[in-house]
């Protein structure tokens, strides 16, 4: 079996594979698994990332049955279109709040500040923090729900001729509905992977549209219900004015940073390119950044790989898609950035003491910043198709040199190994706390519930975005 397994001292420029070495795993045994009622929380499906969709259902399920059976929002007097216009904004903004990038890294820097020396359970719960998605989801189901309410309360009121509604509010709360569900069916799971430049262009045209309706319809709304006060007075102490100016300013704050970059591209194979940055910003290990070709159409991120000591950033990108494919293809000059570097889950590592970092293909890349950066002791076990031929003598070199005992695993000679077993191998004789896995959805999910449900923390990315 090929690996590369060896120590080294110094820096050296290593043109070949040192060695070539069983790493013999088959004996390994898998401790037992967590009793039922531990590990059932463990599964896929009821991931944090799901939970905080539930429990935002949950919420806003318990507010419409107070507002049913004991709020009469919906009542012979009329409808409390101000409780329930509230109620969807809110959802909405909490949706959209929770994907800033300035709250993004807040979020992590809070969570990754619980110290190494805190018990590891309350550390294994923080570094879940990544799953904050559940909330932008939840929040956006549950306010394209509360909208639906909404646009039909005000029909119901027009229709009645109760006071208080219009028309043109009717005309265009009904178009904000329209734009909302369609932003809704195209982000679910399937849709996005299949269909991602569609979902994308969806998300981008149809949000802003949206978001100008809004406008629209807040200053008409609050017009029509401002009953006794004056325009002003009922503007300025409207909950949803402020909450869609907060909204406006979080969309907009992205745009305000955008760049045209020049880069410089290497292509070690016609399946790898690594694409270099240097245009004043230095990003920190575990961010990763947005660039484009077409900044009005298509945005992809990836993850930052920053050198210690020295200015900019690297990207790696291999053939994983249309764009990627054409970006290798036809190698640009420069392309577009936005917006900060943002926090990913490969931060949570400083929730641990020691980690190992899971990684096959182009996973790699998200692993180096932090492999060179050396804050955690860590090691890695990457499995690959022929290393050096894909990503280049350099890139290696540069990996062994950080991590010299790491297992590298070529899979064309030697087939895919266990990565399961391969992990618990290497997280029991490195002595590890977590183990962190960077690969395609099937793996990453194969290998953090094969650990957790054994009882070792283990992260992943969730694909949410």
């Known amino acids: 079996m090929e690996v590369i397994n060896k120590k080294i001292d110094k820096p050296v420029k290593l043109t070949h594979n040192p060695m070539d070495e069983y ?8 401790p037992p698994k967590q009793a039922y009622y531990k590990r059932i929380w463990k599964h896929p499906f009821l991931m944090q990332y799901n939970r905080l969709i539930a429990l935002i259902a949950i919420v806003n399920i318990s507010a419409l049955l107070y507002g049913i059976i004991s709020g009469n929002w919906w009542s012979s007097n009329g409808i409390a279109l101000k409780i329930i216009s509230n109620i969807t904004i809110i959802n909405i903004a909490s949706a959209i709040l929770i994907r800033q990038q300035y709250v993004v890294n807040l979020l992590f820097k809070i969570a990754t500040s619980v110290p190494v020396s805190w018990p590891l359970s309350i550390r294994w719960a923080a570094a879940k923090i990544y799953h904050f998605g559940g909330i932008h989801m939840g929040g956006n189901i549950a306010g394209t729900i509360w909208y639906a309410i909404f646009v039909g309360s005000l029909i ?3 229709v009645n ?7 043109l509010l009717v005309l265009v ?6 734009i909302l569900v369609l932003m809704v069916i195209m982000a679910l799971p399937k849709n996005r992977a299949k269909k991602h430049n569609r979902f994308e262009l969806t998300h981008r045209f149809g949000g802003w549209t949206a978001l100008l309706l809004f406008w629209v319809q807040t200053f008409v709304f609050i017009g029509l219900q401002k009953g006794t006060y004056s325009y002003s007075e009922a503007l300025t102490s409207s909950l949803g004015f402020w909450l869609l100016l907060l909204i406006t300013i979080s969309i907009a704050i992205p745009w305000m940073f955008l760049k045209k970059v020049a880069i410089q591209v290497t292509n070690p194979s016609s399946h790898v390119v690594l694409v270099n940055f240097n245009y004043g910003v230095t990003p920190f290990a575990g961010s990763s950044t947005a660039i484009s070709r077409d900044p009005l159409r298509e945005w992809h991120s990836f993850a930052n790989v920053p050198s210690p000591g020295k200015e900019g950033f690297r990207l790696t990108i291999s053939r994983a898609g249309d764009w990627t494919g054409v970006l290798i ?3 640009p000059s420069y392309v577009w950035v936005k917006g900060i570097p943002t926090a990913g889950v490969g931060n949570i590592e400083k929730l641990f003491k020691r980690v190992i970092w899971i990684a096959t293909g182009s996973g790699i890349g998200p692993c180096i910043p932090h492999l060179l950066s050396n804050e955690v002791p860590s090691l890695l076990v990457w499995a690959t198709r022929n290393p050096r031929k894909t990503y280049g003598d350099d890139l290696v070199d540069e990996i062994l040199e950080a991590q010299p005992n790491a297992i590298i695993w070529n899979t064309d000679s030697h087939g895919k190994p266990d ?6 191998k290497a997280y029991k004789e490195f002595d590890a706390e977590a183990v962190i896995c960077i690969s395609n959805k099937k793996l990453t999910w194969q290998v953090v519930h094969g650990m957790e449900i054994h009882g070792i923390p283990a992260y992943g990315a969730i694909w949410d975005s």
């Open 23 to 30: 790493v013999d795993y088959e004996d390994v045994v898998l």
């Open 161 to 167: 001729n109760l006071p208080g509604v219009s028309l």
């Open 329 to 331: 293809d036809d190698l």
């Open 419 to 424: 990565m399961v077993k391969l992990a618990y």
């Open 173 to 178: 709360t009904s178009g904000v509905i329209a």
């Open 156 to 158: 119901y009121s027009w």
